[in-house]
Every structure is written in structure tokens, then in C-alpha cells.
């Protein structure tokens, strides 16, 4: 019974091809996130949601954009991926806002050749 | 400018002894701080959360400290077992609110037995 789910887990894609990834939560909390762990295994914020509003929304390239449906749901779509995207992006929940625990999903790594 | 660094370098320690991480942190004025393990190709797994203006908190064989004076917070896993091996992150709240995070590195736990 996955809390947090990602789809897909791998993808290999190309220079300036446009991806999603989707990320579903069954816990019923209310903020979901998007992280990016580099090679260097940081992991940064990207954006995040509460009950479908968006709350962060980092300096990121704005070829990145999130989207919410519904609460449970959060994708990420990418265009005109480039070399630097190459990472791996987390998807997270936490019941609100406010000093909550993150639940994580597992991972999608995302290699661009 | 903001930092938060934890030890780059593995900690190898002997099966039954106590392990004690570091995070120490620049520039931040967290509410609160968050440690999460990550295992090779999963996603974080929270584990303890500790509120600016609580000293100590502890989670069966683990305990977290935070001392705003020394901007600092120590993670212990005390009679540590191969099992305890993993990444462990510390994760700052940036801004309260909004249950921003910044995380750190992470630094390797290996517990030999």
C-alpha cells in the first residue's frame, strides 16, 4: 500500500524532448512537493502545493512547470529537456503546513542524452 | 551566506556503539529541524522532528539535540546495528509556515559488525 507513488521510475529521454512525471498520494494530506537531488546529492526544493494552490515555487527554469488536478495528485512537466536536467525528482506529501513531517515517494530518475 | 554542512566524510562505527552525526548551520534561523534517512536509490525517510525551543527529543534508539546558540543540532543512534547503515539528512525550516526545507548533504552511517 504505497503512500507516496511516482511514474515513472526510470526515463531516458533527449536533448529538448518534454517529459512528465507523476506523483499520486493516498495518505490524504493536504501539501505535496517536488525535490531535485543532483549528482551531488543535494536535494532542493522545487515547488510545492497546499489543497491545489501553489506555495513554492523556486528560482527554477520555467520549463519546469507543476501542476496540481486534485490534492492527491501532483505531475511535473518539463520541456525542452537539457543535459542539466539529469537528477533524480522526489516527490513528497505532508499533511499540512507548518512543521509536518515529508513523506517521500520513491524516486524517478531522469537521464537526458 | 547560508550553509548547512554535515560531515562529507562516511562514519564507520563498530555494531553496539553509539553513532553521532553533526549538522551545523549558517545564516538560518530555523523554528524547527528534521532528520530523514535515505537508503542507496530511495527516497528520504523522515525520522525525528525538534522545535527551536525543545533541547532534546528521542525516538526509541535515537535522539536529536538542537542548540540555537551553537546553530548546531547532534543526531545520536545509539547500539547501532548494520541495519542503521544509510545516509542520514538534516533538514532545516527555512520559513516557518510554509514547511519550507533545506537540507543538508547528509552524511554515510556504516556500522560494522
Given at each position: 500500500d504505497t503512500a507516496v507513488s511516482q511514474t515513472p521510475k526510470y526515463l531516458v529521454t533527449q536533448m529538448g524532448n518534454d517529459k512528465s512525471i507523476k506523483c499520486e498520494q493516498n495518505?490524504?494530506?493536504d501539501t505535496m512537493y517536488w525535490y531535485k537531488q543532483d549528482s551531488k546529492k543535494f536535494l532542493k526544493i522545487m515547488f510545492s502545493y497546499n489543497n491545489k494552490e501553489l506555495i513554492i515555487n523556486e528560482?527554477?527554469?520555467?520549463?519546469f512547470s507543476p501542476k496540481s488536478p486534485d490534492k492527491a495528485h501532483l505531475n511535473l512537466h518539463i520541456n525542452s529537456?537539457?543535459?542539466?536536467?539529469?537528477a533524480v525528482y522526489f516527490c513528497a506529501s505532508s499533511?499540512?503546513?507548518?512543521d509536518y513531517e515529508q513523506y517521500f515517494g520513491p524516486g524517478t530518475r531522469l537521464t537526458v542524452t | 551566506s547560508q550553509k548547512i554542512e554535515q560531515n562529507s566524510e562516511a562514519l564507520n562505527i563498530q555494531e553496539g556503539k553509539t553513532a553521532t552525526l553533526t549538522c551545523n548551520y549558517t545564516n538560518y534561523s530555523p523554528a524547527y529541524l528534521q532528520w530523514y534517512r535515505q537508503d542507496p536509490g530511495r527516497g528520504p525517510v523522515f525520522l525525528l522532528l525538534i522545535r527551536e525551543n525543545e533541547k532534546e527529543k528521542r525516538k526509541e534508539r535515537l535522539k536529536v539535540t538542537f542548540d540555537t546558540t551553537l546553530k548546531q543540532s547532534l543526531f545520536h543512534i545509539t547500539?547501532?546495528?548494520?541495519?542503521?547503515?544509510a545516509t542520514y539528512l538534516c533538514a532545516l525550516?527555512?520559513?516557518?509556515?510554509?514547511?519550507?526545507l533545506a537540507f543538508g548533504k547528509g552524511n554515510q552511517v556504516v556500522v560494522i559488525p
Open positions: 495518505l490524504g494530506h528560482t527554477v527554469p520555467n520549463r529537456l537539457e543535459l542539466g536536467d539529469s499533511q499540512s503546513l507548518g | 547500539a547501532s546495528q548494520p541495519a542503521d547503515s525550516a527555512v520559513s516557518y509556515g510554509n514547511n519550507r
